[in-house]
């Protein structure tokens, strides 16, 4: 009995020994725990603050790419507006040339029709035989003196219109040059489209490339939430094991207590050993197998430590891949810089431009006024043709209108070039302007790129960031779906406006041809009415002839009666033919005039449908009109002259 006490006695402390140190290790698990969830967090935090930076620094780049977009709508739209305006100009011009030379034409034909009604009623009153020599003389020398006139005048109209030519080849090579420039610009647009094109494709790019990070960080966060749960789960299995093992610990020392009674009452050993030596068998039982268990339970807590530091070396894995990350976005935010400084190039060329289109319109101006001063010398030459055409006042009239309207149409021209100017100097502004956001964009990007190393906190709002990034990458993408919607329409619009100019070009050569037609059929005129101011000269000569010979045969006796009548039956008979070609003349006149009125009451319709078209500011109608009624009266004109 005695060695069994020996035996059990000292197994007592070396049970307490590791029972004592178990509680120790539970310590040093704990606090190992903490700074290992320490570091996690901190990671973590790191990782939510560079997506964070870099979700700011990409909605920035979005909204500067939107900016540049609509720098770019707005440029496109200048340049439109000026181009449109440049052609309506250049039309004006052209309509305002075409009736210089229908007045001049006008002038011209009236004056011939003056000359040819003077020789007429001159015959006539020679056939009436009211007319005298001195009086014929006198006549001849003031028929031969307008007629000079006439002919310098004619000498300096036709100076006149080939100056008009002059200017109107160069007008045409004006035009020329600033289809030159409009395709140029055509060009530089095509280019900043497929620049802007392939930024789409670069944005869209690095969406792709947000996605698939997202997409990684969410991974990790599933398993980073698995192996936290698995670790609360060993967690809790480890403060169960701590509070058996104080249960037993208790009973160890009851135990303890009981064995000194059994010392101090020796008397009841006997009954009591045999109890007290079952209960501390059981208790070696039940501490062997405490002692299996904590075996187990430390190779728990060894499996968790390896993987603890699993989870730590993915951590690092992960913190490495979003660090390669940050310098793939680093790198794209340089290349991006890049491209808005190709921008900032190509905005600088668009100033360039606008400033040429400036200087352009400068010497549209210039030569509104060289107009201008040909017009007052027109003006100068009407008055003259007014103090020697006194009898057609209300020609004149007319006349006054017609540079009336004409003087109106160049002050409203010179008001389209000052608003051209302001809307250049606006467009300058707004460049400007445009500059100054974006140098004060590079310096958000320098502040944003300073303050980028000291931003890495918080991983808490990752979701609602995320879930933010995609709903705008979903506006991005119905934004990018508008504008290449609204390129299709751009493309459709130039290739109407196109067509529209290739009709107009057609149409121009039309109207070329047709004036063609109409100056050589004016020189067959002028060429029909020389040949009858000859014939009339003939029958003048010959009129007088009859005059002489009838004043010289009065004379004579009475008994010559006779053979006078007979004579001038002869004579009679002689001149039919020449009063059969005056009566020709006489009616091809009053045809003349009826064309000329028909003309004028085309020009006035003409004048309303262009009074009309510009109320209804539609400028391709009034184009069209003035070319068919232009080709109408081109035609009738043709027809009356067969």
């Given at each position: 009995m005695?060695?069994?006490?020996?035996?059990?006695q000292p197994?007592?402390?070396?049970q307490?020994?590791?029972?004592?140190?178990?509680p120790?290790?539970?310590?040093?698990?704990?606090s190992e725990?903490?700074?290992?969830?320490?570091?996690?967090?901190?990671?973590m935090?790191?990782?939510?603050?560079?997506?964070q930076?870099?979700?700011?620094?990409?909605s920035?780049?979005?909204?500067?790419?939107?900016?540049?977009r609509?720098?770019?709508?707005?440029?496109?739209?200048a340049?439109?507006?000026l181009?449109?305006?440049?052609?309506?100009?250049?039309q004006?011009?052209?309509?305002?040339?075409?009736?210089?030379t229908?007045?001049?034409?006008?002038?011209v034909?009236?004056?011939?029709?003056?000359g040819?009604?003077?020789v007429?009623?001159?015959t006539?009153?020679?056939?009436?035989?009211?007319?005298?020599d001195?009086w014929?003389?006198?006549?001849?020398?003031?028929?031969e003196?307008?007629r000079?006139?006439?002919?310098?005048?004619?000498?300096?109209?036709?100076?006149?219109?080939?100056?008009?030519m002059?200017?109107?080849e160069?007008?045409?090579?004006?035009?020329s040059?600033?289809?030159?420039?409009?395709d140029?610009?055509?060009?530089?647009?095509?280019g900043?489209?497929?620049?802007?094109?392939?930024?789409?494709?670069?944005?869209?790019?690095?969406e792709k490339?947000?996605?698939?990070?997202?997409?990684?960080?969410e991974?990790l966060?599933?398993?980073?939430k698995g192996?936290?749960?698995?670790?609360?789960?060993?967690e809790r299995a480890l403060?169960?094991?701590?509070?058996?093992?104080v249960?037993?610990?208790?009973?160890?020392?009851?135990?303890?207590k009981?064995?000194?009674?059994?010392?101090?009452?020796t008397?009841?050993?006997a009954?009591?050993?045999?109890?007290?030596?079952?209960?501390n068998?059981?208790?070696?039982?039940?501490?062997?197998?405490?002692?299996?268990e904590?075996g187990?339970k430390?190779e728990?807590?060894?499996d968790l430590?390896?993987e603890v530091?699993?989870l730590r070396?993915k951590i690092?894995?992960?913190?490495?891949?979003i660090?390669?990350?940050?310098?793939?976005?680093?790198?794209?935010i340089?290349?991006?810089?890049e491209?808005?400084?190709?921008?900032q190039?190509?905005?600088?060329?668009?100033?360039l431009?606008?400033?040429?289109?400036?200087?352009?319109?400068?010497?549209?101006?210039m030569?509104?006024?060289?107009?201008?001063i040909?017009i007052e010398?027109?003006?100068?030459?009407?008055n003259?043709?007014?103090?020697?055409?006194?009898?057609q006042?209300?020609?004149?009239?007319k006349?006054?209108?017609?540079?009336?309207?004409?003087?109106d149409?160049?002050?409203?021209?010179r008001?389209?070039?000052?608003?051209?100017e302001?809307?250049?100097?606006q467009?300058?502004s707004?460049?400007?302007n445009?500059?100054d956001?974006?140098?004060?964009?590079?310096?958000?990007?320098?502040?944003a790129q300073?303050?980028f190393?000291?931003?890495r906190k918080n991983?808490?709002n990752?979701?609602?960031?995320i879930?933010e990034?995609?709903?705008?990458?979903?506006?991005i993408?119905?934004?990018?779906?508008?504008l290449?919607g609204?390129?299709?329409?751009?493309?459709d619009k130039t290739?109407?406006?196109?067509?529209?100019l290739?009709?107009?070009?057609?149409?121009?050569?039309?109207?070329?041809?047709s004036?063609?037609?109409?100056?050589?059929?004016?020189?067959?005129w002028?060429?029909?009415?020389?040949?009858?101011?000859?014939n009339?000269q003939?029958?003048?000569?010959?009129?007088k002839?009859?005059?002489?010979?009838v004043?010289?045969?009065?004379e004579?006796?009475?008994?010559?009666?006779?053979?006078?009548?007979?004579?001038?039956?002869?004579?009679?008979?002689?001149?039919?033919?020449?009063?059969a070609e005056?009566e020709?003349?006489h009616t091809?006149f009053?045809?003349?005039?009826?064309m000329v009125?028909?003309m004028?009451?085309?020009?006035?319709d003409?004048?309303?449908?262009?009074?009309?078209a510009?109320?209804?500011?539609?400028f391709?109608?009034?184009?069209?009109?003035?070319t068919t009624?232009?080709?109408?009266?081109?035609?009738?004109?043709?027809?009356?002259?067969?």
């Open positions: 005695a060695k069994k006490k020996v035996t059990h197994k007592d402390p070396k307490e020994a590791p029972q004592a140190q178990h120790d290790h539970g310590a040093n698990r704990v725990a903490t700074p290992a969830a320490t570091i996690r967090m901190a990671a935090d790191d990782s939510s603050d560079k997506l930076s870099l979700k700011s620094l990409n920035r780049l979005l909204k500067e790419t939107y900016e540049r609509q720098q770019m709508d707005s440029l496109v739209q340049k439109e507006a181009e449109a305006e440049l052609n309506r100009k250049s004006e011009k052209k309509g305002l040339e075409t009736e210089l229908r007045a001049s034409e006008k002038s034909g009236l004056e011939l029709e003056k040819v009604l003077r007429f009623v001159e006539q009153m020679a056939q009436m035989g009211v007319g005298f001195g014929e003389r006198e006549k001849k020398v003031e028929i003196r307008v000079s006139e006439k002919e310098v005048e004619i000498v300096s109209l036709k100076w006149e219109v080939s100056k008009l002059g200017s109107l160069n007008e045409r090579d004006k035009v040059r600033v289809c030159r420039e409009r140029d610009l055509r060009k530089d647009f095509e900043l489209v497929m620049e802007a094109n392939g930024l789409k494709e670069k944005v869209v790019e690095s490339r947000e996605r698939l990070v997202k997409e990684e960080v991974k966060k599933g398993e980073f192996l936290m749960e698995v670790r609360v789960e060993r403060e169960a094991l701590k509070k058996e093992k249960l037993a610990e208790r009973k160890l020392v009851e135990s303890e009981l064995t000194g009674d059994t010392r101090s009452k008397e009841q050993i009954r009591e050993k045999n109890e007290i030596l079952r209960e068998s059981e208790l070696e039982v039940q501490i062997g197998v405490l002692e299996k904590v187990q430390n728990v807590v060894l430590r390896r530091e699993l070396t690092l894995e992960s913190d490495k891949f660090e390669e990350n940050m310098k793939e976005m680093e790198m794209e340089k290349s991006l810089k491209e808005k400084e190709e921008n190039q190509n905005i600088e060329k668009f100033r431009k606008s400033y040429e289109v400036g200087v352009a319109l400068k010497v549209a101006n030569e509104i006024n060289d107009k201008e040909r010398e027109l003006v100068r030459t009407k003259e043709i007014e103090e020697v055409n006194v009898g006042e209300s020609e004149i009239l006349l006054h209108n017609e540079v009336g309207e004409l003087r149409a160049l002050f409203a021209l008001t389209s070039c000052r608003d051209e302001e809307k250049n100097k467009l300058l707004e460049v400007s445009h500059n956001a974006l140098d004060r964009a590079t310096l958000q990007k320098e502040e300073r303050g190393d000291e931003e991983v808490e990752l979701k609602l960031v879930s990034g995609e709903r705008r990458i979903e506006e993408i119905k934004e990018s779906q508008i290449r609204e390129h299709e329409k751009l493309l290739k109407a406006t196109e067509s529209r290739e009709s107009l070009v057609k149409e121009r050569d039309t109207a070329q041809k004036l063609l037609e109409v100056q050589s059929r004016m020189e067959e002028k060429a029909k009415v020389e040949s009858a101011g000859i009339s003939r029958a003048l000569a010959m009129l002839k009859t005059a002489a010979m004043s010289s045969q009065s004579q006796c009475a008994d010559g009666k006779k053979e006078v009548l007979i004579h001038e039956r002869k004579l009679e008979e002689e001149v039919q033919p020449y009063v005056l020709a003349i091809a009053k045809s003349k005039e009826k009125e028909d004028k009451q085309q020009v006035e003409l004048k309303r449908s262009a009074a009309e510009r109320k209804q500011k539609s391709w109608t009034l184009i069209t009109s003035a009624i232009f080709a109408a009266a081109s035609v009738a004109y043709a027809a009356k002259g067969r």
